[in-house]
């Protein structure tokens, strides 16, 4: 009840004050949660598996992706008989390399944590976001891709860096995302392209990321477990 009458004050507040970019910002992510399950609701996703191919320049790697409400999160790259694994189990930060004979760990610093828990984050910025007011959102303008209507979605970060949503007007989906550094200048731009639904969730099976014109990496998604049996150990610091 207190998170509708949240919502509702919001939106009064909004058409009162005049401001029909605040409407059509709170209309543009409500259809964006309704898409993508309402957030951490009893139906909605508690974890995930996700498989496939990355290829960074002329090289590809296998990989495997878990990831638990609210923040773990292990992520393994491997080639042969090299591999290297990111965990993160919602407080301590590891990287483990192995290689043929021998293996290392580490554990990460402030900065290397801080990616991993926006990546382990499953409900990001744009998920209710009127609940937390650790991010400045914004609709910033009308654009196209591929022909696609969309709307340009700006969040303000803590960290001094902001962040460009391109979502769907019609199939509400991320269709792009630009990452900007404190100068305003474009450090990161990702396309996200061949969305299937997933237990009625949609996920992006193909991943591409530039920096500039050139294409540092292209992901593509094998296979997508909704909700498997993820135990905690496999986000845990393996032992030295």
């Known amino acids: 009840m207190f998170k509708l009458l949240l919502l509702l004050f919001t939106l ?16 543009a992510l409500e259809h964006f949660s309704q898409t993508y399950g309402g957030g951490l ?61 021998d293996s290392q760990i580490r554990i990460l610093d402030k900065s290397e944590i801080a990616i991993l828990r926006e990546e382990a984050d499953f409900e990001g910025p744009l998920l209710r976001n009127f609940e937390s007011y650790s991010n400045r959102i914004r609709l910033v303008r009308s654009d196209r891709i591929n022909n696609e209507p969309v709307r340009v979605i ?28 404190s100068n305003g200048e474009c450090i990161l731009t990702t396309y996200y392209r061949d969305y299937r639904l997933i237990n009625n969730l949609p996920f992006a099976f ?35």
């Open 41 to 101: 609701d009893e139906a909605g996703l508690k974890s995930v598996l996700v498989e496939g191919q990355i290829t960074q320049g002329t090289d590809q790697y296998d990989f495997i992706l878990r990831k638990r409400s609210p923040y773990s999160i292990r992520y393994t790259q491997s080639k042969g008989d090299r591999s290297i694994t990111f965990g993160y189990n919602g407080a301590i930060g590891w990287q483990l390399t192995t290689g043929e004979e």
């Open 12 to 27: 009064s507040s909004a058409l009162t004050l005049g401001q029909p970019e605040r409407y059509e910002l709170w209309v």
């Open 154 to 181: 700006e969040i303000d970060k803590i960290n001094q860096q902001i962040v460009h949503y391109y979502i769907s007007q019609q199939r509400h989906f991320i269709l792009m995302r630009e990452q900007f550094n």
């Open 206 to 240: 193909e991943v591409e990321n530039y920096v500039g014109k050139d294409k540092i990496s292209s992901a593509k998604i094998s296979r997508v477990v909704v909700n498997p049996g993820i135990l905690s150990f496999y986000f845990e610091k393996p032992n030295d």
